[in-house]
């Protein structure tokens, strides 16, 4: 079974630029959750869709948004580019109901 | 809140050593404990997990014990090898949530 896939692997933007991630999640999974990896503040849960609808959100301003596809592929965008937003990007997927998450190898975003 | 603090990194040891890396957590309910490992340039892949007190999980040589009296969860390996060398992540979650809270990592280092 495949794992979890997101694209592109590396971003290089510029501030006040937009981006949007991709996420695939694994065959089955309908949950697709996204974390922020950063040396400072480490990894931080950003929000987890299911079934194309928002169930829980973690505490990151409104320029970070996301969707869900009927396919259960995810996508997040992050609108105007601000340098701290350089970091480490990963979904992860789940089953329904369970508490094991499945992570992908993340996208890594330079904003310059 | 909830919350998980694990032992500051780096964590340096020569092969075979004995490891030990300290995890507590912070908790209203009654979590699933988790750890993580992420190699250099990778997402992160989940190495073990405990869903309730007094179970212990374990893959690969590395075992962790739910210690609800203690809230703990520490993660030991009998004899490292190089190639444990990574960044480890204590964690908990809730079935319900699906948000996962990660402590801020530890890195270990194996010399050959």
């Known amino acids: 079974k495949a794992g979890v896939t997101q694209t592109p692997r590396y971003l290089i933007k510029t501030r006040g630029q937009q981006v949007t991630l991709s996420c695939s999640p694994i065959?089955?999974?309908?949950?697709v959750s996204w974390y922020q990896q950063t040396p400072g503040q480490g990894l931080q849960f950003l929000f987890e869709?299911?079934?194309?609808?928002?169930?829980n959100k973690g505490n990151f301003p409104g320029r970070f948004s996301g969707r869900q596809f009927s396919n259960s592929r995810s996508e997040m965008n992050v609108s105007t580019l601000e340098l701290g937003d350089s970091a480490l990007y990963l979904c992860a997927s789940s089953l329904a109901g369970r508490d094991e998450q499945f992570f992908g190898p993340g996208t890594r975003l330079t904003v310059l | 809140g909830d919350s998980v603090t694990q032992m500051e990194g780096p964590v340096t040891l020569s092969e075979e050593a004995f490891l030990t890396i300290n995890c507590t957590y912070t908790a209203t309910g009654y979590p699933s404990l988790f750890w993580y490992v992420q190699y250099p340039g990778e997402g992160l892949q989940l190495l073990l997990k405990a869903t309730k007190a007094d179970d212990k999980g374990s893959n690969k040589g590395f075992e962790a014990t739910y210690r609800k009296e203690t809230t703990s969860f520490h993660l030991e390996k009998g004899s490292v090898q190089v190639s444990d060398s990574a960044v480890y992540f204590c964690a908990l979650s809730y079935s319900s949530a699906s948000k996962i809270i990660f402590g801020s990592g530890t890195r270990l280092s194996i010399r050959p």
């Open positions: 869709y299911f079934s194309e609808t928002q169930r």
């Open positions: 065959s089955g999974h309908r949950s």
